[in-house]
């Protein structure tokens, strides 16, 4: 244990050593990450969408 690394980050986007304060190494990363984050969002939206258009479907059916 003679190389023992200083605590670090990684970049969430590119895997980058940063230090621990930071999650991101630049502001191209964090403006994927937002990105990234925008699309998690809006695939979570349609899948709700998908749900509950399936359940008034099934309602109308059964009526
Ligand atoms: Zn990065």
Known sequence: MANTI???NHCMICMKAIPTS???CSDEC???YQAML???KLTL???WIMIIAFI???FFVNI
């Open 56 to 58: 008034a479907v099934l």
């Open 38 to 40: 925008k699309k998690k």
């Open 22 to 24: 930071e999650t991101l």
């Open 45 to 47: 939206l349609f899948l």
């Open 30 to 32: 964090k403006q994927k």
């Open 6 to 8: 200083p605590p670090h």
